[in-house]
């Protein structure tokens, strides 16, 4: 036993002496972040209800006379456009889901933009947030590396079947 502890001793003291003796950086090659830039996006989400926003999951309420189902679960898989319009261009689609949690229609939502054609193209960004009024931009990927920001959003229609939202997006990335 006391062998044993001994030994164990000895492991500690070498192990805590590799680690303050070791470096992280290179003397002789310094570290040199790469600078944040700000990018400002502009884009319209368009969702068609039962299409490409379905619900999963519902609680099992009754005195729900809201037309925004309470305590609900969406999967979401709309197309981003450059416009507003239905046959405008498709740059990316967002994926993701929201939780219809309050009484006043707010939601809490995890989304992804994900860019398939021009400049961010395999890029995307990851938002996290409790709806208005804006929601905040966690991370991203691609050219969005470590994004962080927020998206502002403002309806541009909603009716029984469609909802158009247009999104004013800043982001700070490297």
Not at 90 to 108: D, E, F, H, Y
Not at 140 to 151: E, K, T, Y
Not at 156 to 173: G, P, Q, R
Request: glycine letters at 8%; proline letters at 5%.
């Amino acid at each position: 036993m006391r062998g044993t502890l001994v030994l164990s001793w000895i492991l500690i003291i070498c192990l805590s002496q590799v680690a303050v003796q070791s470096e992280y950086y290179s003397k002789t090659r310094p570290y040199h972040p790469k600078p944040a830039k700000e990018t400002n996006l502009h884009f319209f989400m368009h969702e068609h209800t039962g299409v490409t926003a379905v619900v999963v999951a519902q609680a099992n309420i009754t005195s729900n006379s809201s037309s925004v189902p309470f305590a609900s679960l969406v999967a979401v898989n709309d197309p981003l456009r450059t416009g507003p319009e239905p046959d405008s261009k498709v740059i990316g689609n967002v994926q993701g889901i929201a939780l219809l949690a309050g009484l006043n229609a707010s939601s809490t939502q995890y989304i992804d933009f994900g860019f398939n054609n021009g400049k961010f193209n395999g890029s995307s960004l990851s938002v996290f947030s409790r709806g208005e009024p804006g929601l905040a931009v966690v991370g991203g990927r691609g050219r969005f590396m470590m994004a962080r920001g927020v998206a502002l959003f403002n309806p541009i229609l909603i009716n029984a079947t469609n909802v158009i939202i247009e999104f004013n997006v800043t982001v700070v990335h490297y």
